[in-house]
């Protein structure tokens, strides 16, 4: 299992402010960290993770290579002594993809840096204009690009729901993305924070959010194709933050949203057989191990669901299935394949 010891650096380097951002609010950091206060986290981390070589330092919450070069090279040169054998595997980062070139890529391969994550959010140049993003799709393709070519880990993120996207724009965006072949993908639905001007334009009528069943549905058949395309989504959803729970005011915010787009996966997969047998009534499901609750769903809302429909449905685990698959009477499924069936 592969974890980060996240640092945030809030809005260092970002040359904008993008019309859903608010990083303080994110990350929870007030204050850009001190090279100090850096190796005290990563001291404090490597006495207390079990598995540190499958661990990587990962700077967050600004644009990383965008900010004062001075600043970001003692960040760098502070964690040098936390990488390597007993220690961790490398050095995460997230930027904007207009701020990559090859002279950035050649420091950011010298200080030991393993995974760079573009924060891609569209591959719609109108949504990114309108949101303010400051850069273009082709921004995004050319950085992903040299990323590869260095030999760096490509990461990249999604954000559903943005003002002026829609349904149709976020499929066309992850299969852009995917074509990019990153390692890794982050898939956020967009949350309304107070006090930024999404939320200005969501009180004045302007901005209108999707519906949350078909966001809900993306996501679910984002995640089936990215495991169609042998990518690992690290996040789906925002880090459940009381500062972010506290100031969202609308949009897809929930402290269990990967649990809800699972679920989804499970019920999708359901329905999927329930289409080729619709007169049976009494289902008898297994799943693997510890995937009950996925397939009952969240709040039990799957149970319930099928429920409301005069289905019932007993649910048992077996440990000779592997993850993701799930039994049906006779018939085995895997749900991140069924799940991306168009009209499932």
């Not at 074509?179 to 302007?206: C, Q, W």
């Not at 933050?241 to 499970?266: C, D, N, P, T």
């Not at 018939?331 to 799940?339: C, D, H, Q, R, T």
Request: charged share 20%.
């Amino acid at each position: 299992m592969h974890n980060n010891i996240a640092i945030f650096i809030p809005h260092k380097g970002c040359p904008n402010q993008c019309s859903f951002c608010d990083q303080k609010v994110i990350s929870s950091v007030q204050h850009a960290p001190t090279s100090k206060e850096v190796m005290q986290i990563c001291q404090s981390a490597l006495e207390q993770v079990k598995y540190p070589r499958n661990t990587e330092i990962a700077f967050f919450g600004g644009s990383f290579t965008a900010i004062e070069r001075s600043y970001m090279i003692e960040l760098l040169e502070c964690v040098q002594t936390f990488i390597g054998d007993g220690k961790f595997s490398g050095i995460r980062i997230s930027t904007r993809p207009d701020k990559i070139s090859h002279e950035v890529l050649s420091v950011l391969k010298y200080y030991n840096v393993s995974a760079i994550e573009l924060g891609a959010q569209s591959m719609n140049d109108e949504v990114l204009m309108k949101n303010e993003r400051g850069h273009t799709s082709e921004d995004v393709c050319i950085s992903s690009k040299l990323i590869k070519e260095y030999g760096f880990s490509l990461g990249l993120q999604m954000m559903a729901g943005l003002y002026g996207s829609s349904i149709d724009l976020e499929y066309e965006t992850i299969n852009k993305l995917l074509s990019l072949n990153p390692d890794t993908m982050r898939i956020y639905p967009v949350a309304v924070l107070d006090g930024t001007k999404l939320a200005e334009y969501f009180h004045k009528g302007i901005y209108i959010l999707p519906s949350w069943e078909s966001v809900l549905n993306f996501c679910a058949d984002a995640l089936c194709m990215c495991y169609k395309n042998k990518v690992k989504v690290i996040r789906c959803g925002l880090h459940a933050e009381e500062s972010v729970s506290s100031k969202a005011i609308a949009g897809f915010y929930h402290q269990a949203w990967k649990e809800l787009v699972e679920s989804r996966m499970y019920h999708k997969a359901i329905s999927f057989y329930l289409k080729k047998h619709s007169d049976e009534k009494n289902l008898f499901i297994s799943v693997s191990k510890g995937c009950i609750s996925k397939a009952v769903g969240h709040k039990k809302c799957n149970r319930q669901y099928f429920e409301n429909m005069g289905i019932s449905f007993k649910i048992k685990e077996d440990i000779a299935l592997q993850s993701g698959q799930i039994r049906i009477g006779e018939e085995e499924y895997n749900v991140f394949e069924i799940a991306g069936i168009a009209g499932i």
